[in-house]
């Protein structure tokens, strides 16, 4: 048996969250056996699959259709199934995301399959600890059929690169003119050198900043740590900033390793999107604000004093 890993892409990039399921995928053979095979469809250039060896890969089946290198469920969803089938896989892994989830939950009907999401850690005795309550608890849950799919939740998993280099092969799907009944007419992208939901560092800034105007010291801050930028859903709906920025229940849910928070109070809805970040910082003048309370550390001042000095700091640390 082994272990496929879905890879997902970005404008011919993989992104890396699929190779921290690769990493995973890698970890759980090692328990478990298998080999680890990853799968990349749409047009990918050979240097970027080259980093699927060392993060745990042995084989990558790549399918080079143009047609895939958007997300098109229907279209993944059958060529993850033929993959499946002919590795004779019995284990399913990728990344928790929008696109992933619904391909995993296709792929569970296909392949009758039993599906966890929002995976943290290796099985242990054949239970999967998944994060759930946007990250306050988590659930011990039993996969009861033989072909299992694990969705792997971002940045909880480090990258490995020992590994070798993993042998590239082509793999070949009849896709039906079903497959692609479903087409994608526009796409709206965010962007930036670092996007969110791939960042390992995000700055977010809320009405505190009290205009667009100020955002720069944010971007400031932003470009010294190689951080991804975003806002509050009060920022975005006032048009100061894009809305593919807003994190929070009801935009981007994001879970880097630091995330630091500028002149948002901290409502539950933006916490339940953020609450999954290794480090929380906060940065506010009023020390009983939600956000101050919930944050692993918080500094009680004027963000325009605050932030240009944490800007310098972080630069000279970096000299």
């Not at 699927?52 to 990558?60: F, I, R």
């Not at 997300?71 to 060529?79: K, T, W």
């Not at 239970?127 to 939740?153: D, H, P, Q, V, W």
């Not at 692609?180 to 992208?189: D, P, R």
Request: net charge negative.
């Amino acid at each position: 048996m082994s272990i496929l890993v879905y890879i997902e892409q970005a404008e011919g990039k993989i992104k890396r969250s699929s190779l921290e399921a690769v990493s995973f995928a890698k970890a759980l053979s090692e328990k478990e056996g298998g080999a680890v095979v990853a799968l990349a469809l749409g047009e990918i250039a050979a240097g970027e699959l080259e980093q699927l060896g060392p993060a745990g890969a042995e084989k990558v089946l790549h399918l080079s259709d143009e047609r895939l290198s958007e997300g098109n469920i229907l279209a993944h969803a059958r060529a993850a199934a033929v993959a499946f089938e002919k590795e004779g896989a019995n284990i399913l892994v990728l990344s928790k995301s929008s696109l992933g989830d619904a391909v995993a939950a296709r792929l569970a009907v296909k392949l009758n399959a039993g599906l966890v999401s929002n995976v943290v850690e290796l099985p242990d005795d054949a239970l999967i600890n998944r994060s759930i309550y946007t990250g306050k608890a988590y659930a011990k849950t039993r996969i009861l059929t033989e072909n299992r799919i694990l969705a792997i939740k971002k940045n909880v998993v480090d990258i490995r690169t020992e590994g070798t280099a993993a042998v590239v092969q082509s793999l070949e799907v009849d896709f039906s003119e079903a497959d692609f009944a479903g087409k994608i007419v526009a796409t709206e992208k965010a962007q930036g050198d670092i996007l969110l939901p791939e960042a390992d560092i995000v700055v977010s800034g809320g009405r505190g900043l009290q205009g667009p105007e100020n955002w720069p010291i944010l971007e400031d801050l932003a470009r010294a740590l190689g951080a991804a930028l975003a806002c509050s859903k009060p920022v975005s709906d006032m048009g100061w900033r894009p809305h593919h920025e807003h994190v929070g229940q009801t935009g981007i849910k994001v879970s880097p390793s630091l995330y630091i928070a500028v002149g948002i109070s901290g409502a539950i809805q933006h916490l339940a999107g953020v609450n999954s970040s290794k480090v929380i910082v906060v940065i506010n003048r009023d020390p009983d604000a939600p956000f101050v309370k919930a944050a692993d550390y918080a500094i009680v001042g004027d963000a325009f004093e605050v932030l240009p000095k944490l800007t310098e700091a972080v630069k000279a640390i970096k000299k």
